[in-house]
């Protein structure tokens, strides 16, 4: 079992200058360091830590995290439920790091705009379509994964079935995935697209 004060000294490992909140460039080096991931990866970890989007990690993201493990919301984690909720996060890194491509102005959210360029960085001969072999290409350049889990995330993304992702697309996507509403898509928001994805058997 996994204690909400045992999360806290991870954080606190984090904290290198020890002045009560992580920035991104402490979680980064030190995130690289350990793991050895390159610096997209590492990034895409922090902002998924930080969830209230202030752009660090202290105090007021740590009670919320707990409770992101904390599955069946009994106030304690068991190693059952950090290892389901660790895979289904690195199931959402791809998505985080496209995310974090797309937002041009770097605010922490999408636009509608910036979200039709979503997979524009796995766009090899710039026709504004993503098809499949530029889509497994992409996806496995960046470390993402395999190619079977690219092609079983491509044909879920590709709604009009046309063989490509294109601008209807796009549009579609938003639309589901803006679940708010309110016109700008948030990285929890467009993380929930990792759910396309196949699962891992996490038991073995």
Do not use: C
């Not at 009670?63 to 439920?81: I, R």
């Not at 636009?111 to 499949?132: A, H, I, L, P, R």
């Not at 995330?153 to 590709?158: E, G, Q, T």
Request: no cysteine; net charge negative; aromatic share 12%.
């Amino acid at each position: 079992m996994i204690s909400e004060p045992e999360l806290e000294d991870v954080y606190h490992g984090f904290d290198l200058n020890n002045d009560g909140h992580v920035t991104k460039a402490e979680f980064v080096g030190l995130w690289t360091s350990l793991t050895h991931q390159n610096q997209e990866h590492a990034e895409a970890y922090f902002y998924l830590a930080d969830l209230n989007d202030d752009n660090i990690i202290d105090e007021h993201d740590l009670n919320p995290l707990y409770n992101v493990f904390d599955l069946d919301g009994d106030g304690s984690v068991t190693a059952q439920e950090f290892a389901q909720k660790w895979v289904g996060i690195i199931m959402e890194i791809p998505v985080a790091v496209l995310f974090e491509r797309s937002d041009v102005n770097k605010d922490n959210h999408l636009t509608s705009q910036e979200f039709s360029k979503f997979f524009s960085s796995f766009d090899q001969n710039s026709d504004n379509s993503v098809n499949k072999q530029e889509f497994e290409n992409g996806w496995t350049k960046a470390g993402f994964g395999l190619m079977a889990e690219a092609d079983t995330f491509f044909a879920k993304l590709d709604l009009d079935q046309n063989g490509a992702l294109n601008g209807q697309d796009m549009t579609q996507l938003f639309t589901k995935y803006d679940l708010n509403k309110d016109n700008m898509m948030m990285i929890l928001e467009a993380t929930q697209m990792s759910l396309l994805l196949p699962k891992p058997n996490i038991n073995g």
